[in-house]
Nanobody, 125 residues
Framework: QVQLIESGGGLVQPGGSLRLSCAAS????????MAWFRQVPGKEREFVAA????????DHADSVKGRFTISRDNAKNAVYLQMNSPKPEDTAVYYC??????????????????WGQGTQVTVSS
């Protein structure tokens, strides 16, 4: 059974830092792109960042570019999101995802077939 387990969420002050982790089990995902999305109540799930299977290519939403960084460790079957200088508007439930098939990164959530349960990130002083 495939599982994606996120961790590292919590309360962080504006301007601080937080690192989200997502560990996959049940199969390896070294051939698929991985991504982070986020969602607030009443809104659609929003793309945050994605990374290619090799880890050499990344894509970040304009709203987080320069502040957040996605990375992965295929030996650990894991993906990470380093959040620096978060803002209150970054408050959301963050989800990691794995693309359903091999290919480039994509910002479309319907292209991702595996999802974690989500971890809450609250940015507040």
């Amino acid at each position: 059974q495939v599982q994606l387990i996120e961790s590292g969420g919590g309360l962080v002050q504006p301007g601080g830092s937080l690192r989200l982790s997502c560990a996959a089990s049940g199969r390896t995902f070294s051939s698929e792109a991985m991504a982070w999305f986020r969602q607030v109540p009443g809104k659609e799930r929003e793309f945050v960042a994605a990374i290619t299977s090799s880890g050499t290519g990344t894509d970040h939403a304009d709203s987080v570019k320069g502040r957040f960084t996605i990375s992965r460790d295929n030996a650990k079957n894991a993906v990470y999101l380093q959040m620096n200088s978060p803002k209150p508007e970054d408050t959301a439930v963050y989800y990691c995802a794995v693309r359903s098939r091999r290919g480039a990164t994509t910002r479309r959530p319907d292209e991702y077939g595996y999802w974690g349960q989500g971890t809450q990130v609250t940015v507040s002083s």
